[in-house]
Each structure stands twice: as C-alpha cells, then as structure tokens.
C-alpha cells in the first residue's frame, strides 16, 4: 500500500514554500490536477544587452522563457505586458507556473539543451537546483543600486556558500482564514493564536455542531502540519538546529507523537472531504470554503486578501485571518517559511536579458502591484506589510530538515502525510534512510 500511495502522490505531485510559505510558493502552492497550460507572447526587436561573463545573442536571436505566471494572480499578465514594452525586441514565452510541475520542467529542458530562463520558486529551497547546477550564481549581477529596494539581509534567505541564487520576492508564512459564522453556529470562539489541543478541541465541536468539515488543505500543502511540528516540539533552538542537521533521529519520541497528532486529523476526518484529504486542490479547497462546506481554509499570508474577495463574492464576509496552531511548548514557537523568489536557469543563452526582466520583476514598480493585490513584500515600498497578514512574520524560521537534501525536501514536502497516513513505520523507515544517507 505505502508504494501505491508514494507512485500515485509522486505522479500528482512531482516537483519540489511555503513562507511557505509559505512559504512557499500561497499564490505559491498551486493546485497540481491541472496540466501544464502554455502562452506564448513574442515581440521581435532589433538590440541586446551584453553579460559580464558571456554574450548574450542578437536581440533578433534574443528568445527567453519565464515561467512565474500563476493563475488567478492579478499582477503576472500586468507584469508580462510591461516587459514586453520595456523590452519590445524580446521574444517572451510565459509558463503557466504550477508548483508540482516546477522542478519537473526546468530539468527536462535542462537535460534538452533547452532552457527555462527565469523561474519562481523558494529561495529556501534552492538545493534541488543548486546541487545539480542549474541556478545562476546572481552575485557579479548584484549592485548597490539593485541591492537598495530589498529590505535589511533580506536576501540573505536566497544565499548559499556566500553565493546569491534566488531573489525574494514576497514574505511568506502559513495561516489560517477562518468562517466567523460557522465557528459562532458551532460555539467556538476564535482566537488570533491556538495551541494545538485547543485547534483539535475546536475542529471536533464543529464536526458535533455542524453539518461541515472543520477545515481543508490543499494536496502541496499537507506537509506544512509537518514541517511546523518539526520547528515547534523542541524545548531549545539547539535542539531544533540538532534536528535540522539530520543529528536526531525521525524515531525520537518528540517527533513521532507530533506525526501521530496531525495523523489523528485525517482519521477523525477533520479534513475537507474526509477520504480524499490528501488529494484536494487548491481550486477544490478554495471552492469548498466560498461554498460554506468547511470552517477553516489552510491558507498563506499573501493569499489572504485573495481570499477575502473571493469569500464577499459568495456573499460570506464575517472572515478572519488566524495564526497557524502551535505545539509549541518551549522557546521554539516557529512557523515554516520564507519568500516566493526568482531565479535564472545557468544554462540560459541569454543572461542579460534575464537580468533586465529579473531587475523589473524586483523593482519598485513590480514590488508596488504585489503590495495592491494583498502581499507582504521584502522591499522597501510603501504598504509593504499588512498587520493581518504580516503579524507571524516574526515567527518565520528560515532553515529546516528538508534542506539536507533534495530527496528530503521532496518527501516531507509532498509524500509524508498520506505515506504515514497508510504506513507509520514504513514512512519512519524512510524519514531515516533519508535522514542518514544524507550525513
């Protein structure tokens, strides 16, 4: 049963946030049922720029792929068009940018000679594409004058070996959007920040009260209960930091009563729509919750507002934003997170260009439309931060387990609920095969 599970998720899920979004990426954790869909915009123009290292080609030859427009976001199709009026002699086409399917993409077209030149993903998880090769080292690019729009060490999250590799773009941390009025139906009181036993109290009065799931999550997002436990069950941030160097072992005692806890959520059903919870899409999850059939949407901060619209359109408006529970007990009261970023593929043909389009993407311009449509931006803009959506930023800790290889980033992030789900010790096997090959 554990391999069915594993072949299937792999299939559905392929690829590598969060802040996780956290981060990541929220906008960033896309739903994964859809394929990958394609527009292709080309403006033809007559110059190109020069790179520091290696030439790009004549502005005729001067064709680049981005793959960053997520659907639904209303400042990607702005984005695209005013790079095409900034730079008419580029030949542009766009991706539909899918979280799953990220990874999968940029290494098919690596190992075609093809190549995907500028992407988003999380500057905190870089080491899938880092460790083969395939990130642009950004640092010879990195001026002061490009470096002054980005707040105090706020790229120090994209940087590794003292070497820069993905530039942030939104702060990006889990929470959860909340239906006033089925929490007042069912006699719960909702509270800006929950212990884990009080969130478990709260979702089995719903399941008794009401005719409605307690909440829902999408299928990239369910090892965010996961990832947090693993930031918060801690009594020290030595311990924390023993645990994310691979030194304490998935069999601890601290770390299986958390993975029985969240286990616990999908055997009570707590979770949207009870078989099939580790399956929902965000689309699906999104629909549920303007539909009235769930109390709580595990969400991101930058999709908050978002989802607010979405909420008063249904005609449901009595929403609030919460914080993620916690089973924090001691000095570790973390959530998983980070930034949405872009990176350049190294096998790009045209490296300046990139730079031109990436220096856009991160301009005070850019940064201004994200701040409009409701994100919580690194940059010094105005409207950068939104109490509602910015109150945990201060909780975001920006390393975890998941980055001592790209096999560990893959299952925790995609594989570990449903995989424990159906096969506790077979999944705890493998968190240490991982855990120790990696050493």
């Given at each position: 049963?554990?391999?069915?599970?594993?072949?299937?998720?792999?299939?559905?899920?392929?690829?590598?946030?969060?802040?996780?979004?956290?981060?990541?990426?929220?906008?960033?954790?896309?739903?994964?049922?859809?394929?990958?869909?394609?527009?292709?915009?080309?403006?033809?123009?007559?110059?190109?720029?020069?790179?520091?290292?290696?030439?790009?080609?004549?502005?005729?030859e001067a064709s680049l792929v981005m793959l960053i427009e997520e659907p639904n976001v209303n400042y990607y199709p702005v984005f695209l068009e005013n790079i095409r009026a900034k730079y008419p002699e580029y030949s542009i086409t766009s991706k539909t940018w899918d979280q799953s399917q990220v990874e999968k993409t940029v290494k098919t077209a690596f190992a075609g000679g093809e190549a995907?030149?500028?992407?988003?993903?999380?500057?905190?998880?870089?080491?899938?594409?880092?460790?083969?090769?395939?990130?642009?080292?950004?640092?010879?690019?990195?001026?002061?004058?490009?470096?002054?729009?980005?707040?105090?060490?706020?790229?120090?999250?994209?940087?590794?070996?003292?070497?820069?590799?993905?530039?942030?773009?939104?702060?990006?941390?889990?929470?959860?959007?909340?239906?006033?009025d089925i929490f007042e139906e069912a006699g719960v009181e909702v509270k800006e920040h929950w212990t884990w036993d009080e969130f478990v109290a709260a979702c089995e009065k719903i399941k008794q009260n009401t005719d409605v799931f307690p909440f829902a999550i999408c299928d990239t997002r369910v090892g965010w209960f996961q990832r947090n436990a693993f930031l918060q069950i801690w009594d020290t941030k030595e311990e924390l930091e023993a645990f994310n160097r691979g030194e304490i072992s998935f069999k601890d005692e601290r770390v299986v009563t958390a993975l029985d806890k969240i286990n616990d959520l999908f055997a009570k059903e707590y979770a949207y729509p009870g078989n099939g919870a580790f399956s929902q899409t965000k689309?699906?999850?999104?629909?549920?919750?303007?539909?009235g059939?769930?109390?709580?949407?595990?969400?991101?901060?930058?999709?908050?507002?978002?989802?607010?619209?979405?909420?008063?359109?249904?005609?449901?408006?009595?929403?609030?934003?919460?914080?993620w529970p916690t089973m924090a007990a001691g000095e570790c009261d973390y959530?998983?997170?980070?930034?949405?970023?872009?990176?350049?593929?190294?096998?790009?043909?045209?490296?300046?260009?990139?730079?031109?389009?990436?220096?856009?993407?991160?301009?005070?311009?850019?940064?201004?439309?994200?701040?409009?449509?409701g994100d919580v931006v690194p940059a010094n803009v105005e409207?950068?931060?939104?109490?509602?959506?910015?109150?945990?930023?201060?909780?975001?800790?920006?390393?975890?387990?998941?980055?001592?290889?790209?096999?560990?980033?893959?299952?925790?992030?995609?594989?570990?609920?449903?995989n424990y789900f159906y096969d506790k010790e077979g999944t705890l096997e493998e968190l240490e095969s991982l855990r120790t090959s990696a050493q």
């Amino acid at each position: 049963m554990r391999r069915q599970v594993k072949q299937m998720l792999s299939l559905a899920l392929a690829g590598c946030m969060v802040l996780g979004m956290t981060a990541c990426g929220s906008k960033s954790s896309t739903g994964t049922a859809a394929p990958e869909s394609k527009q292709d915009v080309t403006t033809e123009g007559s110059s190109a720029g020069t790179a520091a290292e290696k030439p790009d080609k004549t502005a005729e030859e001067a064709s680049l792929v981005m793959l960053i427009e997520e659907p639904n976001v209303n400042y990607y199709p702005v984005f695209l068009e005013n790079i095409r009026a900034k730079y008419p002699e580029y030949s542009i086409t766009s991706k539909t940018w899918d979280q799953s399917q990220v990874e999968k993409t940029v290494k098919t077209a690596f190992a075609g000679g093809e190549a995907v030149d500028i992407v988003k993903w999380f500057p905190n998880q870089m080491e899938t594409f880092i460790s083969s090769d395939m990130a642009l080292d950004l640092t010879p690019y990195m001026d002061d004058e490009w470096k002054s729009i980005f707040t105090e060490n706020a790229l120090d999250i994209g940087t590794y070996g003292g070497k820069l590799f993905c530039l942030p773009i939104t702060t990006v941390y889990p929470d959860i959007d909340v239906n006033v009025d089925i929490f007042e139906e069912a006699g719960v009181e909702v509270k800006e920040h929950w212990t884990w036993d009080e969130f478990v109290a709260a979702c089995e009065k719903i399941k008794q009260n009401t005719d409605v799931f307690p909440f829902a999550i999408c299928d990239t997002r369910v090892g965010w209960f996961q990832r947090n436990a693993f930031l918060q069950i801690w009594d020290t941030k030595e311990e924390l930091e023993a645990f994310n160097r691979g030194e304490i072992s998935f069999k601890d005692e601290r770390v299986v009563t958390a993975l029985d806890k969240i286990n616990d959520l999908f055997a009570k059903e707590y979770a949207y729509p009870g078989n099939g919870a580790f399956s929902q899409t965000k689309d699906q999850t999104k629909a549920a919750f303007s539909q009235g059939k769930i109390a709580m949407l595990f969400n991101v901060n930058n999709g908050g507002k978002t989802i607010r619209t979405v909420m008063e359109e249904a005609g449901r408006t009595n929403i609030r934003t919460i914080s993620w529970p916690t089973m924090a007990a001691g000095e570790c009261d973390y959530v998983l997170g980070g930034c949405d970023g872009y990176f350049i593929s190294s096998n790009t043909k045209n490296p300046e260009a990139s730079i031109n389009i990436l220096k856009y993407l991160t301009s005070k311009e850019a940064f201004e439309l994200q701040v409009d449509d409701g994100d919580v931006v690194p940059a010094n803009v105005e409207g950068g931060t939104d109490e509602d959506f910015a109150r945990d930023s201060s909780k975001v800790y920006p390393k975890e387990i998941m980055a001592i290889s790209a096999e560990m980033n893959d299952y925790v992030n995609y594989n570990i609920g449903a995989n424990y789900f159906y096969d506790k010790e077979g999944t705890l096997e493998e968190l240490e095969s991982l855990r120790t090959s990696a050493q």
